[in-house]
T-cell receptor
Framework: QKEVEQNSGPLSVPEGAIASLNCTYS??????FFWYRQYSGKSPELIMS????GDKEDGRFTAQLNKASQYVSLLIRDSQPSDSATYLC???????????FGKGTKLSVIP | DGGITQSPKYLFRKEGQNVTLSCEQN?????MYWYRQDPGQGLRLIYY???????QKGDIAEGYSVSREKKESFPLTVTSAQKNPTAFYLC?????????????FGEGSRLTVL
């Protein structure tokens, strides 16, 4: 059974702070890792993908992957109220069409 | 603009009725997917299709059916055999086999069984 675990939150951070979202996965052969943002009542939107160990930066977002520890994280620098959403972690095997999602972490950025 | 269109956005159904949710994409993507989301839950895969005239069951296919007669279209039928169909249904597509986890989603369809 492939599982993706996330802290459901809510995670509250003040505006301008760094938000750190964490995700662990059980399937050791997972190769691809994704972070989706979902605003309340809306559909998910891909914000980051990471395929290799280490860090990947895109604007205020940094994804971090440690395959040995089966751990992937998302850092949001200079958090803004508009970042308030649920963040879904997702993983799959190379070439697989079956993406496994975590239940999401709800982030609240306090002005 | 390219994207995925789902309809209807809201649907109410009586128990025992089949309903069909529409999903159309103009992104020229080969792969299409249907996910279900329940409150406070992650997304669960119902069906996916890699190419026209082919589709595969996901984790929770029981009580659902799909077809893929055109590249652009991937409708989902929620049958009366689905015991708990009230949920948020999301259609998605992906562009190539190398990055199958990079999904584009439609706006979703909320189904409520009365």
């Amino acid at each position: 059974q492939k599982e993706v675990e996330q802290n459901s939150g809510p995670l509250s951070v003040p505006e301008g702070a760094i938000a750190s979202l964490n995700c662990t996965y059980s399937d050791r052969v997972s190769q691809s890792f994704f972070w989706y943002r979902q605003y309340s009542g809306k559909s998910p939107e891909l914000i980051m993908s990471i395929y290799s160990n280490g860090d990947k930066e895109d604007g205020r977002f940094t994804a971090q992957l440690n395959k040995a520890s089966q751990y992937v994280s998302l850092l949001i620098r200079d958090s803004q109220p508009s970042d308030s959403a649920t963040y879904l972690c997702a993983v799959n095997r190379a070439g697989s069409y079956q993406l496994t999602f975590g239940k999401g972490t709800k982030l609240s950025v306090i002005p | 603009d390219g994207g995925i269109t789902q309809s209807p956005k809201y649907l109410f159904r009586k128990e025992g009725q089949n309903v069909t949710l529409s999903c159309e994409q103009n992104l020229n993507h080969d792969a299409m997917y249907w996910y279900r989301q329940d409150p406070g839950q992650g997304l669960r895969l119902i069906y996916y299709s890699q190419i026209v005239n082919d589709f595969q069951k996901g984790d929770i296919a029981e009580g659902y059916s799909v077809s893929r007669e055109k590249k652009e279209s991937f409708p989902l039928t929620v049958t009366s055999a689905q015991k708990n169909p009230t949920a948020f249904y999301l259609c998605a597509s992906s562009s190539d086999t190398a990055n199958t986890g990079e999904l584009f989603f439609g706006e979703g369809s909320r189904l409520t069984v009365l």
